[in-house]
């Protein structure tokens, strides 16, 4: 819940925008064609929304990987997080293990982000892509 409650207001700004933008009239129309409203939903705002809920969550995975003060707080004893991992050996004068540690989190990070377009851009209807101005 403290990831969640870090998370949301970036997420609700950055969403804002699109999702003003869709009209009400596009799930309307797709309901008197006789679609159901989940499958309304899915046929006409999920194809614009695709986009930006995709960033939306890699920019929360990105944000919350490193994410310091809410990982000190609710860690497990034990086990502690990379960022909390990486400031306890930065804060014993350990700056070589803490900065090769930074280093491959963020290229774990970096490649989580890479994979994830790339499923986006292979999983996805080609008429979404057309649509969202995508090469095909």
Not at 36 to 63: D, E, H, N
């Amino acid at each position: 819940m403290g990831y969640v409650a870090t998370a949301l207001p970036g997420q609700a700004r950055l969403m804002v925008g699109p999702v003003s933008q869709l009209q009400d009239s596009l799930v309307q129309a797709a309901r008197v064609q006789g679609s159901s409203a989940a499958s309304a939903w899915r046929r006409a705002v999920l194809p614009m929304l695709s986009r930006i809920l995709l960033w939306a969550g890699l920019l929360t995975f990105a944000k919350t990987l490193l994410e310091l003060p809410v990982s000190q707080l609710l860690y497990p004893p034990g086990s502690p997080p990379v960022s909390v991992a990486i400031n306890s050996y930065v804060a014993g004068y350990h700056y070589d293990i803490g900065t090769a540690m930074t280093v491959v989190a963020l290229g774990e990070e970096f490649a989580v982000i890479l994979v994830g377009l790339a499923l986006f851009a292979l999983i996805t209807p080609r008429g979404w892509r057309r649509s969202l101005g995508a090469t095909p």
